[in-house]
């Protein structure tokens, strides 16, 4: 059994994670640093995936060689943001579903409003990798897993970034089935839902907006 929570402390990973935190780094620089990270967390993240064995021609021999078993990946971005993650992943795995969770978080109340849903078929069958850049409150995390589940997803891994203590305990709690990988636990939240010392908001910094 995997642990629940797995921080990827590689040297490449907390050197870009780094560069993504200071805030001189422009957004073109930012958006690349997560493409590049994601596929490292990614190579991470499907560590467990199972295996099966395919007879295959080499130059020089015939062998039974390993390939990833059953139905393709689905790869759940949690919009906006989860776009980020999205790109790096695909590239290490182009075969992949792709699905889309739109949630935004309500300023106020910090709780998860849905306005976007589709997801491939046949989750029930399929590993499935939840991206979000930011475990935060762990709210619009577990709504949207909460959503994957009631849509048949039963093998579900969460990527992130960065991971507040109080988002891993709140995952932990509703979703102990399901693990997380990410760059960092940061030390907390502060009062309006930010994770500190953080890297501020993915999105913003991912598509240039505030
Ligand atoms: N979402 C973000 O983009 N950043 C945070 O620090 C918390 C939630």
Same mark, same amino acid.
């Given at each position: *059994?995997?642990?629940?929570?797995?921080?990827?402390?590689?040297?490449?990973? $907390?050197?870009?994670? %780094?560069? *993504?935190?200071?805030?001189? %780094?422009?957004?073109?620089?930012?958006?690349?640093?997560? $493409?590049?990270?994601? /596929?490292?967390?990614?190579?991470?993240?499907?560590?467990?995936?199972?295996?099966?064995?395919?007879?295959?021609? !080499?130059?020089? %021999?015939? *062998?039974?060689?390993?390939?990833?078993?059953?139905?393709? /990946?689905?790869?759940?971005?949690?919009?906006?943001?989860?776009?980020?993650? +999205?790109?790096?992943?695909? $590239?290490?795995?182009?075969?992949?579903? &792709?699905?889309?969770?739109? +949630?935004? =978080?309500?300023?106020? %109340? +910090?709780?998860?409003?849905?306005?976007?849903?589709?997801?491939?078929?046949?989750?029930?069958?399929?590993? &499935?990798?939840? /991206?979000?850049? *930011?475990?935060? !409150?762990?709210?619009?995390?577990?709504?949207?897993?909460?959503?994957?589940?009631?849509?048949?997803? =039963?093998?579900? =891994?969460?990527?992130?970034? +960065?991971?507040?203590?109080?988002?891993?305990?709140?995952? $932990?709690?509703?979703?102990?089935?399901?693990?997380?990988?990410?760059?960092?636990?940061?030390?907390?939240?502060?009062?309006?839902?930010?994770?500190?010392?953080?890297?501020?908001?993915?999105?913003? =910094?991912?598509?240039? !907006?505030?």
């Amino acid at each position: *059994m995997r642990a629940h929570l797995t921080v990827v402390e590689h040297p490449l990973v $907390q050197h870009k994670l %780094t560069m *993504m935190r200071d805030v001189a %780094t422009p957004t073109p620089e930012f958006r690349r640093l997560m $493409q590049e990270v994601s /596929l490292l967390l990614a190579y991470e993240v499907t560590r467990d995936l199972k295996l099966c064995k395919r007879e295959i021609d !080499t130059p020089l %021999t015939r *062998m039974k060689a390993p390939v990833l078993d059953g139905k393709k /990946l689905a790869l759940i971005s949690i919009l906006r943001a989860g776009n980020g993650l +999205l790109d790096g992943v695909l $590239q290490l795995i182009p075969l992949a579903r &792709v699905g889309f969770v739109g +949630l935004y =978080r309500d300023e106020k %109340t +910090l709780e998860p409003v849905q306005y976007y849903f589709k997801v491939p078929d046949a989750l029930q069958d399929r590993d &499935v990798i939840a /991206l979000d850049p *930011m475990l935060a !409150t762990g709210n619009s995390s577990v709504a949207a897993i909460d959503l994957l589940k009631r849509a048949g997803a =039963r093998r579900i =891994r969460f990527m992130c970034l +960065l991971a507040a203590p109080e988002g891993v305990a709140r995952m $932990q709690e509703a979703h102990p089935d399901v693990p997380i990988v990410t760059a960092a636990l940061d030390e907390y939240l502060n009062e309006n839902g930010y994770i500190v010392p953080g890297l501020g908001d993915a999105g913003d =910094r991912i598509f240039g !907006t505030n």
